[in-house]
């Protein structure tokens, strides 16, 4: 099935890149971005086979796209418009872009500082994880893959708050991200020595993930984001408060294993692993326990911000948007040690 | 003045030895350890002065002891009965270890899963972080240095409870430690490869310090400690439920700068830096805003588990206690960048 | 067809574990080690499917060996025992230890200083790098992959000094591992805190490298090696006199070229890049150059030491010695960024 | 004593800003940059006293400055001309930069690649490492510190070809250097990931520290510099050609030893420590051995790179060319563990 991919010169898009080279039922036609429009896939990707490398990266021209489906991984605000382009000529679109996570237009412009680029698509996308979403995606025409913070967090909490473990009150979410989340620009914040042997809290007046946090979860949520000194990863943990004194770490464990049960990237351990044991790959890792003394549940969740947070996420979500096996071509992807 | 170094041969202890080793009042008469005793000082720490080099470490034994001030870094339950001992002989000691932050004793046996070594020394020693117990410190005999996710903690939350900005209800802090935090033995935990390119929560059933945050603030406290690929720093993130709607980002920080206005290693800033800007310093550089939406306050605070977290901020109440500058010795011991 | 992993516990054992689990051909039947012996695949290599996940790793016994093929990877003086048994049963056999890599007894003894374990086993593996032995691999019985650091030097060296540009004359290689190069034992080499943020040289008195090279190569070579602060890859630079002054840029990177045109696993390119882009790769990249003032070439070359630099090389030549393709079961390994 | 920064806002001046604020004798009274003129010192280098840290950062004009002493660390091209002015002005110089390194203008014209800015200072400084120009230093007026590879390089072959051990024929020098090195601007080499997890040679066609490297050492040198994933320190290993069968690795260790019996700075060692040995620090560790099968001296040399590669060593010499002990304000910088 042809695919294409629409922002493919970033850290989001060169992921892509390198899973589709492996996929076996997508087949990607043509890469698009604004930045670096005219180099060759080869060098922004390493080890891709020859075909592959030789094949430019196009500037973004959504009636240029002669595909089934297309990836858009683009900043907020330019996702919009494409997205009701490719509608228009029956693309169906995986958005790694926030332009159509969030319902509500007003919340948008707050959290975004600008009109939104197409707010009749408000609404009109499947938003959501893919463990939450599967039926769903079946017949979606657009799918809003969620922030990458969102994905490792909204894995680990909603499960508890369905199922009512969790009271429906405030949850505090204190999550790092390897370097890579902070894009592929030169700056001063992705400055190596900036970055290195150290870490640091951001975005301490907001961070825009935080919306679809409490629109995923229904809860208000407070989420402080931090970046830490290496490339791929989150780690998040998140503290929820007990509905009532029965809940104990054996209830939460139940009901996260229960819940992700038949998924094959989801897995349920007593002790947190480190971010590097899902690096490359769309797994997640999730633990959990409550602390009694203070009655709270305390959740985490480790995902790789381009794998389960971003790109590979997006695979599995077309792979089930296309009636595949949702595994599909995200196997082994993962490296050790 | 003579002081001693009781476990000269951990993390602490070295940065102990790196700090007195250019104290203009403190002597260093002696540097005792269990471990790698017989060792000289300069195979463990580099870049000493040759007299300090060849220095050996001596087996530990408080009767050997001729000191005004002992500095003792030992294990939990190991410093109780030298202190006992110390204190005979008339030595003045700041204990870097766990075994008198407590009043309590079948809270320290509950968290410590053990019989206190000298229970008759509960609740004689001053404790907390230098900046909130001076007065008590310029008469103390003992003085018991916080944990190093204690201090960076309570530096940020205590004032804001004392104040009545923050609700004496539960506070969660997410802290992350660099490595060194870890202990210099080599295990599973500390192989490079085990720790580097990720990020892990542990102790997610209860840290040791807790009980600490929980008796220096008097509020509930969760508290999930995480480990990074870096050597030196903690960073911690602390929320906290407001008082009432009219606390805002502006309160919260006159608050801190009013509590740290004359504190030379204390500084309020409106945006957290990297932990790497107080590396190897006693510096602390605290942040803070309100979140409104959801009425929490959200402070963060930044320390090197070594310096402020242990070593440097044990040097800094020494001072107090024997009643010189607090910033002896102390300053320019960072390294940028 | 039928493998087993002889020494699936290390680092070298784990990449066996991964690589062979998605490898379309190489069924591993049987998973041996002395160390970790009774313990699940899945809890030292994550991310497996949960068949192979649940397999334990058994104790080392050839005679319990039931399949066509072995691949062994297993400390100097360990294999050489094993690898008779294996043969006395009809194994082939990949050796990734140091036994069968020297012809020569008593250089075998010197380097290793100890006796050899088999003797009668030295000279009749085929030994070198596979795209050097490829006609030799199809038949071969026992092949000894080489050390890591000898792959990547005698890559870029062999055919320079085959092809004459190169003078016999002494080369010198300076090249640096990440620490999965040290093993995956906790010691204070491998201490997070004694690697990170640094590099060394080390074993500046001989590494066991070197009389590879020299073997290899036919020449004589200096070699000093040194431990680099991240997980993998090794990028070795090697300086050898030219053969005359007509040697240039261009003639270097035409004889490696033109040695490589059809290989799949060796680029070569005018600039060295950086180890990061072979990472969990089979790849290696060279770049060469000649500095005509002083009359030598420059050669640089990166693998990854667990990838080019043991685990695949290894499944690549048992792919030769099966004659299936060689790059069966080692596309997109890799991962980037 | 009056001193002045000319290019505060890099690393190289970070760093003297860091150092020369716990001086005891010289007294900054003047920061000049190009970049980042306006913003104020504590805005760069955090843990300054708040006097130092309110001290804005000026726009470079060599006429500005009263000082009798002046620090110049400029990209190559710009000293020469402020050298000039602040001869005319009777200021001494102590030039962190490259216009003065060489003594012959068509050399600085090859390497550099331009015309020299002032032609006629050629050969008017004093070139070359404090331990080895201390005499030259008491009366000069211009100290051209060499590079940081030079230096690490010089101090470590400079004695054995001195003593007549290595034969002046082709010495081989790879170095690799941490970040600090790159620079401070943010650019695609400097961004996290693409250093991070990896090593790469750079510069294969000839680094601009080569010819400091021959003319200090009066020998052909081969140098091929690396960039490693750490910020600050400098591994050098130097391959020499013994000058004859008597040559061992006691008497080249005699050598270094005599050499530097006095020096407080450069200790000589059986086994090459890690560079984060002497992080933060002025210091150099040397280690040599012969490796007499190949007939070669091999000898290491660890710094750090802003330390005894640049600002530290320049306010070293500093200390030489005003009269007072070298080791003032620089004891005591380091940072270890």
């Not at 947190?272 to 997640?284: D, I, M, W």
């Amino acid at each position: 099935m042809d695919v294409v991919v629409v922002g493919a010169s970033g850290f989001v898009g060169q992921e892509l890149v390198r899973v589709l080279a492996r996929h076996p039922v997508f087949e990607p036609v043509a890469f698009q971005a604004h930045q670096r429009a005219g180099r060759r896939l080869g060098e922004l990707v390493p080890g891709l086979s020859v075909d592959l490398a030789e094949r430019p990266i196009e500037p973004i021209d959504p009636r240029a796209v002669a595909a089934e489906l297309a990836f858009c991984a683009l900043p907020h605000g330019h996702s919009g418009g494409i997205i009701r382009e490719l509608r228009a000529r029956g693309v169906r679109v995986v958005d790694l872009g926030a332009d159509l996570r969030l319902a509500d237009e007003a919340t948008w412009r707050r959290w975004y500082g600008d009109d939104h680029p197409a707010p009749e698509l408000l609404g009109s996308a499947v938003v959501g994880v893919a463990e939450h979403v599967r039926t769903e995606l079946a017949s979606a025409q657009v799918w809003a893959v969620p922030g990458c913070y969102v994905t490792a967090t909204v894995l680990a909490a909603k499960p508890l708050i369905d199922a009512g473990l969790a009271r429906r009150d405030l949850v505090v979410v204190d999550a790092i991200s390897g370097v890579t989340g902070a894009g592929s620009a030169a700056t001063e914040t992705t400055h190596f020595v900036n970055v290195a042997e150290g870490v640091r809290a951001y975005a301490l007046g907001g961070h825009r993930h935080t919306p679809e946090m409490r629109s995923l979860l229904g809860v208000p949520v407070r989420f402080t984001p931090h970046l830490g000194p290496y490339s791929r990863g989150i780690a998040a943990t998140i503290t929820l408060p007990v509905a009532d004194a029965t809940v104990d770490a054996d209830s939460v464990r139940d009901v996260l294993a229960r819940a992700y049960g038949t998924s094959p990237f989801v897995e349920v351990r007593e002790t947190p692993p480190s971010t590097r044991e899902v690096r490359g790959s769309n797994r997640a890792v999730l633990a959990a326990t409550v602390d009694d003394e203070v009655g709270v549940i305390v959740a985490t969740s480790v995902i790789d911000n381009l794998g389960k947070g971003a790109a590979q996420h997006a695979v599995q979500g077309a792979n089930l948007m296309v009636g595949v096996d949702e595994v599909l071509g995200l196997e082994g992807l993962g490296v050790w040690p």
